[in-house]
């Protein structure tokens, strides 16, 4: 199983440019999520969905939107980067149930110039 | 006050030696207590739930104390790769899947 998977793993953005950051996982969770992790910081929630079709914001969605197409891919797309979204992304999935262990991608690290 | 409390650190302990950290967090109907290791430019994995019993796996040590709304970790006999970031977890809505992150206690073993 490859687990989570996210792409690109570097990007570097224009302010004002437009991207997506690709996440699958092949472990049929319902739940994924997306954080970003500033420098020395904990990792705060943009996004989560609990199945397809389903999506609700988290702690700091501004600037950010989601789809849920598929139980495997959560998209992330940025809309007219800014330099205060320079950061490193985590897309995550978890199964059902609140104990579960939430699996984690690899990140993505974008800055914004 | 922020929902989750870490110490940020470093903790610099010797090999050999026993640690413990501390979180805080701020929501009382919280249910769901982790604690995750996050290494350098990596991502986080989980390292234990923490249970309202308590609970151990080998060397680690998890307690939840919901009166004074903490839970801490104990690492008895550190390793140097247990150098790490500690990332206290929290679920601060019941029946919700909102996971809090503490900002992370910083753990370095010395040899």
């Known amino acids: 199983n490859a687990g989570v998977t996210q792409t690109p793993k570097f990007r570097i953005l224009k302010i004002g440019q437009s991207m997506t950051l690709q996440c699958t996982q092949d472990?049929?969770?319902?739940?994924m999520y997306w954080y970003r992790q500033d420098p020395g910081m904990g990792l705060k929630l943009i996004y989560y969905?609990?199945?397809?079709?389903?999506?609700d914001k988290g702690e700091v969605p501004n600037g950010y939107n989601v789809s849920r197409s598929t139980t495997e891919d959560f998209p992330l797309r940025l809309e007219l980067a800014a330099p205060s979204q320079t950061s490193v992304y985590f897309c995550?999935?978890?199964?059902?149930?609140?104990?579960?262990?939430?699996?984690f991608g690899q990140g993505t690290r974008l800055t914004v110039v | 006050r922020k929902e989750v409390e870490q110490d940020p650190g470093p903790f610099n302990v010797p090999e050999g030696a026993t640690v413990a950290f501390n979180c805080t967090y701020s929501?009382?109907?919280?249910?769901?207590f982790f604690w995750y290791r996050q290494d350098c430019r990596k991502e986080p994995k989980l390292l234990m739930s923490?249970?309202?019993s308590g609970n151990e796996d080998g060397r680690f040590t998890a307690q939840l104390n919901r009166a004074s709304q903490y839970i801490s970790l104990l690492i008895r006999d550190s390793k140097l790769s247990d150098s790490a970031t500690y990332l206290c977890?929290?679920?601060?809505?019941?029946?919700?899947?909102?996971?809090?992150f503490g900002t992370g206690t910083r753990l370095k073993v010395l040899a």
């Open positions: 969905s609990v199945g397809a079709g389903i999506t």
């Open positions: 995550a999935s978890s199964q059902q149930g609140a104990n579960t262990e939430a699996f």
């Open positions: 977890v929290v679920n601060k809505n019941p029946g919700t899947y909102k996971y809090i």
């Open positions: 929501n009382s109907a919280s249910q769901s």
């Open positions: 472990m049929n969770h319902n739940y």
């Open positions: 923490v249970y309202s």
